[in-house]
């Protein structure tokens, strides 16, 4: 294969460059490629090829990987798509290597010059130094820990606040990857402009008055200055693993959900988790920095690159309880930085916008601390990676600085306030919903009151005091409303000096808002007796073992013992009975596709959503990971979209819905099939399926409930005299007047 032009939006802007070679570690015969990622088996195939992942697109489907000559010539016997971004990696380190030896003229402390190049371990430290002695009245340089190696982990206190005073504090932290060099600077920018704006610019005065900051701008000084001297790309620490490698990959070495996804065991690895959590010196003075300071309420950790804020989890893919938090302050740095510089970032959690990775710092800042945590990538977007050119750092840095002061206007309150469980958008008719509210308190006893707001329909507004559960975990009762209602809510917390912190921060300008429903089952399939119009196995399957059937499962290692038992009963629809201590590949699916297809289930309504539950496991044999479980869905039963994919195992009964408006007609039959498959020779191919359901969230219509308030009664008789004679409300039985046919409807039904 050549390089391949490529479809779809794989933009590379190449690096150019060419030097005679130094004295360092050579990167000869490397480059660097994007790779396109089309399927689950791409990226399993450039991780068999490629020991060095830059950057994080998997799903963005491309990604940057650094590959040796004789990778690269592997690859080219692959499917694999790919461009060269940086074709010789070793002549562009050594060209970025002379760049450094002639930095520009430094015009002084307040000259930004010294953001003009990317600056070494020692210059730092000096400008740390430098920047303590010209204000110390706000700077002081704290010492976190010593590395490894014995270099001091340094950074600086800074605050208008004296020493000691209770406020919120801040932590910007960077390079706990060596090669990272943008997020140093970024770091050190942090602290330039906090300490030189101080008094010119009158967001960062106010907020030196109320928080106090702390920026380490190298967490790993031992790797950082192995990048600088020996390796240009070193990552990790610089531990002796005693095995000939070097490197613990400090974020997957912190103690929350350490050894989880994402992280290798093996010391080779540029994600090498360490022997056990808080293992390194880095990582373990950093924790030990926290202990000491409990009033942090939020951080940002720089790395680079892809230009990404990321929130966690990094460990799961689940969202965390503060979800909406995340995202609505992730938003608000994105728009800092877009108005700052016009760069695009893009917003998220860690494991569902870039990859599994467990033991990293935020999670542990935020799991186990509380503290609102951010993972900031920052520039570029791969055109030269790690080796940012000169030129883009001050805007990587301006940008990155907008987006961390904007987070400290939003994040660093004396009061945090966050919802354990997402505000739901829709709360079930006639119910009491108790809603669960977290106040994080960075001053112990700035709170002087707690309360619900909360209005019905746009009515005014209510007011409940927030009752303590436990420690900072407080709920309040949304009343019970009728269908059709809508409800917005917002948390007032009044602080004892007068003013007040909100969640949402600007209520009542934004609220949580739910629309009051009623949920109605329209089919709820248990597979406890045959129903009729089910198919197990349909014309043109191809599976020659393993075809759908119904029934009470024997276990296998890849199949279930019991069915789901949402109604009582013990069967399901699942693939191949196989025997009791029969053999896993049995009865599995083999050398095809076996489907379950449903009858017509039921006419279509607005909001009507399809439940099931369902147990797929392909993680095994001979072949893994490769096989996928399809949901389709049809109007008619002969022409079907794919509505769900389900490409790793689930082997558990788990839950999942899909949202039918848009994919069936209003007025339509629904129809479902569940496609198992082994396509690939050699795998354990199992899939079950129970309690399929559709459900909706139509307020149901009783004919006389003119105000829609689920009740029939003088409110609704008078809004029919009223439109008598015309359309309206009344019109129970739609013939466009209301008339005696109405009427009789009403009182028939009064409640
Ligand atoms: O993989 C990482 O550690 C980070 N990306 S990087 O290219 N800079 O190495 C992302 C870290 C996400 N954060 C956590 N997993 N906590
Ligand atoms: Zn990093």
């Not at 005679?20 to 090829?49: H, N, Q, T, W």
Request: net charge negative; with cysteine.
């Amino acid at each position: 294969m050549t390089v391949l032009l490529l479809t779809l939006s794989l933009i590379c802007h190449v690096a150019a460059a060419s030097a005679p070679p130094i004295d360092r570690v050579s990167y000869a015969g490397e480059s660097v490629i994007r790779v396109k990622l089309k399927s689950v088996r791409d990226v399993r195939l450039i991780e068999a090829l490629s020991t060095d992942m830059w950057s994080h697109g998997i799903y963005g489907g491309q990604a940057e990987y650094q590959v040796s000559r004789e990778q690269r010539i592997a690859i080219d016997t692959t499917s694999l798509e790919y461009c060269v971004m940086i074709d010789d990696l070793d002549a562009a380190i050594v060209a970025e290597g002379q760049r450094l030896e002639t930095p520009p003229a430094d015009g002084g402390v307040a000259d930004l010059a010294w953001f003009a190049q990317a600056k070494d371990l020692a210059a730092i430290n000096t400008r740390l130094d430098v920047l303590a002695a010209i204000r110390p009245d706000l700077a002081q340089v704290v010492v976190v820990g010593t590395s490894l190696e014995g270099r001091p982990i340094r950074g600086l206190r800074i605050s208008a606040l004296p020493v000691g005073t209770p406020a919120p504090a801040i932590l910007f932290d960077a390079t706990q990857h060596a090669r990272e060099w943008a997020a140093a600077m970024t770091g050190m920018f942090c602290a330039d402009q906090l300490i030189e704006l101080a008094d010119l610019d009158p967001r960062i005065h106010t907020l030196l008055s109320q928080i106090e900051f702390f920026v380490i701008p190298v967490v790993n000084p031992d790797g950082y200055n192995h990048s600088w001297t020996t390796a240009r790309l070193w990552r990790k620490n610089r531990r002796d693993n005693g095995n000939g490698t070097f490197g613990v990959d400090l974020n997957r070495n912190w103690d929350f959900q350490w050894g989880g996804a994402g992280a290798s065991t093996d010391p080779a690895s540029e994600t090498y988790r360490g022997p056990s959590a808080f293992s390194e010196p880095e990582s373990a003075a950093m924790r030990d920095f926290y202990a000491a300071h409990p009033n942090i309420v939020a951080n940002i950790d720089f790395h680079a690159y892809s230009q990404l804020i990321l929130a966690p989890w990094g460990y799961t893919t689940a969202p965390n309880a503060d979800a909406a938090l995340f995202q609505s302050i992730g938003d608000a740095m994105k728009g800092a930085i877009a108005s700052e510089t016009g760069a695009n970032y893009t917003v998220g959690p860690i494991g569902t916008t870039l990859y599994l990775a467990s033991g990293g710092s935020v999670d542990w800042s935020y799991g186990a601390r509380g503290a609102l945590s951010w993972t900031l990538e920052v520039r570029d977007t791969g055109a030269y990676g790690f080796l940012i050119p000169d030129a883009e750092i001050l805007p990587c840095v301006r940008e990155n600085f907008a987006a961390a002061l904007t987070m400290a206007e939003l994040a660093g309150r004396p009061v945090v306030i966050s919802l354990p469980t997402a505000f739901p958008s829709s709360i079930a008719s006639g119910v009491a919903t108790t809603l669960s509210v977290r106040l994080r308190e960075a001053v112990p006893g700035s709170i002087a009151t707690r309360t619900l707001m909360r209005r019905v329909n746009g009515q005014s507004w209510q007011s409940t005091p927030l009752t303590l559960v436990s420690a900072d975990l407080f709920s309040a009762v949304i009343p019970a409303a009728a269908c059709g209602a809508v409800i917005d809510c917002y948390i007032d917390v009044a602080l004892v000096g007068g003013s007040s912190v909100r969640y949402p921060a600007t209520a009542p300008a934004a609220l949580l808002t739910a629309a009051v429903v009623s949920e109605q089952v329209l089919v709820d399939e248990p597979f406890e007796v045959a129903a009729a119009g089910w198919s197990y196995g349909i014309a043109g399957d191809t599976a020659t073992s393993g075809v759908w059937t119904r029934g009470d499962p024997i276990a296998t290692i890849a199949q279930s013992e019991d069915d789901h038992s949402l109604a009582p009963g013990v069967q399901c629809a699942f693939t191949g009975q196989g025997t009791v201590g029969g053999a896993a590949g049995g009865a599995d699916v083999d050398g095809g596709i076996t489907s379950l297809r449903s009858p017509a289930l039921a006419s279509m309504q607005a909001g009507s959503r399809l439940q099931y539950w369902y147990w797929y496991s392909n993680n095994l044999g001979g072949a893994p990971n490769l096989d996928e479980f399809v949901v389709q869905l049809s109007a008619n039963g002969t022409t079907w979209t794919t509505a769900a994919t389900v490409q790793s195992s689930a082997t558990a009964w788990r839950l999942a819905e899909i949202a039918l408006d848009g994919l069936i007609p209003v007025g339509s039959s629904i129809f479902v099939k569940f496609v198992a498959q082994d396509l690939n020779s050699g795998s354990l191919v199992e899939a079950a399926i129970d309690d399929v359901r559709i459900v909706t969230t139509a307020c149901a219509t009783v004919a006389g409930d003119a105000n829609g308030d689920g009740m029939v009664n003088g409110q609704d008789l008078s809004i029919l005299l009223s439109q008598w004679g015309s359309a309206g409300s009344a019109d129970f039985d739609g013939d466009g007047s209301v008339a005696g046919p109405d009427l009789a409807a009403l009182l028939s039904n009064w409640s």
